[in-house]
């Protein structure tokens, strides 16, 4: 199982098959904390093998710096994950998946990653910033 894409942006969508990114990021900027992020995404496209045959479970979770969930109640993020049985001559097949958020909170600035395992065992990580920005005078 490889992650072909894995990254944050606006806004994802599946289109018959293709990954539709809008708005890919690796920053935040907040004048004061906490500040709340009202909507992102995170797009994924994996490619699967027949060695990847069989029921999986991935997880996602935002982690700050030092590995801590940023919502510790409801992350990680738990999905579980068929592998269906390949057609015959068959090399390997994609899917797109896709995780909507809204009022992501941080308290402070800093780095984070989006980490995404792969039953039980990180599989690909999303590094991130979240950056103080000063006030400009006059404003």
């Given at each position: 199982?490889?992650?072909?894409v894995a990254?944050?942006?606006?806004?994802?969508?599946?289109?018959?098959?293709?990954?539709?990114?809008?708005?890919?990021?690796?920053?935040?900027?907040?004048?004061?904390?906490?500040?709340?992020?009202?909507?992102c995404?995170?797009?994924?496209?994996?490619?699967?093998?027949?060695?990847?045959?069989?029921?999986?479970?991935?997880?996602?979770?935002?982690?700050?710096?030092?590995?801590?969930?940023?919502?510790?109640?409801?992350?990680?993020?738990?999905?579980?994950?068929?592998?269906?049985?390949f057609?015959?001559?068959?090399?390997?097949?994609?899917?797109?998946?896709?995780?909507?958020?809204?009022?992501?909170?941080?308290?402070?600035?800093?780095?984070?990653?989006?980490?995404?395992?792969?039953?039980?065992?990180?599989?690909?990580?999303?590094?991130?910033?979240?950056?103080?920005?000063?006030?400009?005078a006059?404003?």
């Open positions: 199982m490889d992650f072909l990254t944050l942006c606006d806004f994802a969508a599946d289109y018959q098959g293709k990954l539709c990114i809008q708005g890919g990021f690796d920053s935040l900027v907040a004048r004061q904390f906490p500040v709340v992020h009202p909507t995404a995170v797009a994924l496209r994996v490619c699967l093998t027949p060695e990847d045959e069989g029921e999986h479970e991935l997880s996602l979770t935002i982690v700050d710096a030092d590995g801590n969930a940023l919502d510790k109640e409801r992350m990680p993020i738990k999905i579980n994950f068929p592998v269906p049985t057609p015959e001559g068959a090399a390997f097949f994609t899917r797109n998946l896709i995780m909507n958020f809204q009022g992501l909170r941080f308290e402070k600035p800093g780095n984070y990653s989006v980490d995404i395992s792969v039953d039980g065992e990180l599989a690909s990580r999303v590094p991130f910033r979240v950056v103080q920005v000063q006030d400009q006059g404003e």
